[in-house]
């Protein structure tokens, strides 16, 4: 057995089988409680039943990259410094796009491991969290990195691996459907076959849970799918754990209408137009299925209004779960402050928060209701594994709601090998 690999300040055990770490990419409990009660998911059921199984908190703002990013470096975004895919640079002016390596702050798992002799993979459905999730991995020694998304493109020199679709057996997956997330999965079973690596992460995409709710036809044949992958995985031997970046909820009204929050809007008719800026850090290039509309935004007051004055005209607005100033949103939500609002603001599990409502484009949501994440209540996510935990873990489990960042120190250090 090799030594001890130190990460972020915690020390991870040297995997003795392969290690799979799955973010199911919107995976809300919800999801697993419908189908676990009518049977399609018997992997799942027995590793929960044989292994471990609770609900962890994810990141808040529950996106999909402040999670990936405390997953794969085991901390939580106060760390890592990723809170959104969006902040406002004050001095500039400018919205900054946070999905690059170079704003990751520590070191990831992954490439720890690397650094230690390990042999390593990562795989995830879009490219835009690729970069982040293969920092300082060092492709050329036998490492692989790289997303469905651009799967039929992959080279050796950029992502230690060439000819994908052959050694998958699937056709170039579409942006918008669930193969592009099985895609992931196909190639992470492949490759545990193949060349049997020491830690692989798998990391899909939540457009099955933003179109569809647990109770429909298209998200129970997706769960199934997965399902039947997640048993291929432990089958070859592998510490397979599970969890998710966040979870989802339906944020529409009777008539089927987004429930939405047009903060900009609001402070400008209080304030005048540029006293304040909302960020919806949940922006990104994939919209259609959710409109940039999320559960939680941030406020920079770029003029005379203060944030206490935010603060009040926000408070009393119906939907509202939460408006927090800076200091507070920190401590509590465990954020960089370099990278945090004025104020935070957090909707009820039913609402979200928009902009300026000019500013979003909606109409990818036609015909389907808005089902998105952000905010507080879409941060509990599972946290399964496909072993028991030692005596040690399972006191470490008992102590304290578990984080869902935690999921690699369970997995290694924890899952009876
Ligand atoms: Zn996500």
């Given amino acids: 057995m090799r030594p001890a ?23 809300d409990p919800a999801y697993l409680r419908e189908y676990l009660a009518l049977g399609a998911i018997p992997n799942i059921a027995r590793f929960m039943r044989q292994g471990f199984s609770v609900i962890a908190e994810g990141t808040v703002p529950s996106f999909t990259c402040p999670n990936n990013m405390s997953i794969i470096t085991g901390t939580p975004a106060s760390k890592h410094g990723i809170s959104g895919n969006y902040y406002l640079d004050v001095r500039s002016g400018q919205a900054v ?70 050694l998958v057996g699937m056709p ?65 031997g592998a510490i397979v754990a599970l969890t998710a970046d966040h979870g989802m909820n339906d944020k529409s009204n009777a008539a089927g ?21 909302v960020i919806c850090p949940i922006t990104d290039a994939f919209v259609a299925h959710h409109g940039a509309l999320g559960g939680f935004v941030r406020v920079w007051c770029t003029g005379k209004a203060t944030p206490k004055q935010v603060i009040d005209a926000i408070r009393g607005i119906d939907g509202i779960e939460a408006v927090l100033d800076r200091e507070t949103a920190c401590r509590v939500h465990d954020l960089p402050a370099d990278r945090e609002g004025d104020v935070a603001v957090i ?8 902009a300026a409502l000019a500013d979003h484009d909606l109409s990818g949501l036609e015909g389907h209701r808005l089902r998105t994440h952000g905010g507080v209540s879409e941060a509990k996510v599972p946290f399964i594994l496909n072993a028991p935990l030692n005596d040690e873990y399972r006191l470490k489990a008992g102590a304290a709601i578990l984080k869902s ?13």
């Fill in 5 to 27: 690999v130190d990460v972020n300040g915690v020390r991870y055990r040297w995997p003795s089988r392969p290690v799979v770490v799955v973010c199911i990419d919107g995976g």
């Fill in 97 to 166: 796009v946070m999905t690059g390596p170079e704003l990751l702050r520590g070191d990831t798992i992954l490439a720890r491991f690397a650094e230690a002799g390990a042999k390593v993979v990562s795989i995830t459905a879009k490219d835009k969290l690729r970069r982040q999730l293969g920092k300082d991995l060092d492709i050329v020694r036998g490492n692989i990195s790289f997303s469905s998304e651009f799967a039929d493109r992959c080279t050796l020199r950029e992502n230690g691996i060439e000819n994908v679709l052959d």
């Fill in 172 to 236: 170039q997956p579409g942006m918008y459907s669930m193969e592009l997330s099985l895609f992931v999965l196909e190639a992470g079973i492949r490759l545990l076959e193949r060349n049997r690596p020491d830690l692989l992460y798998l990391s899909l995409t939540d457009w099955v849970q933003h179109k569809y709710a647990p109770q429909e036809a298209e998200a129970l044949r997706f769960y199934r799918e997965l399902d039947a992958r997640f048993g291929r995985l432990a089958e070859r």
């Fill in 257 to 277: 209408r987004p429930n939405v929050i047009w903060l900009q809007d609001i402070l400008d008719a209080r304030f005048g137009k540029g006293d304040t800026r």
């Fill in 347 to 354: 909707a009820a599990p039913d609402v979200c928060i928009g």
């Fill in 405 to 417: 960042y935690q999921i690699f120190d369970f997995a290694l250090n924890g899952a009876v090998a």
